[in-house]
């Protein structure tokens, strides 16, 4: 894993929870881990890590993942086991 995976990832378990992690480089993430990024209709992106899914909208305007986004990506990765 690159270094600037490993900040993300740093990122995302951090507390308080961060605004400002950009949402393409949460996608780069979870390519890194082995993990697939899908395009779903409209705005839904669909990870894929582990035979788990999640689905998430991309944020627009902007580039940012919303606060609660960043949450539920540290719960999922809890769930997958995946830690910083």
């Keep these: 894993m690159k ?3 490993r900040r993300t990832l740093e990122a995302i378990f951090s507390t308080p929870t ?3 992690i ?3 480089d949460v996608e780069a993430l979870i390519r ?5 990024v899908r395009e779903g ?6 990870f894929e890590l582990k035979g788990s899914r999640m689905y998430l909208h991309r944020p627009h305007p902007g580039k940012e993942a919303r ?3 960043v949450e539920e990506l540290r ?8 830690r910083s």
Excluded: P
Excluded at 32 to 36: D, F, Q, T
Excluded at 41 to 46: A, D, I, P, W, Y
């Design 32 to 36: 890194a881990l082995g993990g697939e």
């Design 22 to 24: 950009v949402f393409s």
């Design 41 to 46: 209709e409209g705005s839904r992106v669909v």
């Design 18 to 20: 961060r605004g400002g």
């Design 3 to 5: 270094a600037k995976h």
């Design 75 to 82: 719960e999922w990765f809890n769930r997958q086991e995946v």
């Design 67 to 69: 606060k609660y986004q």
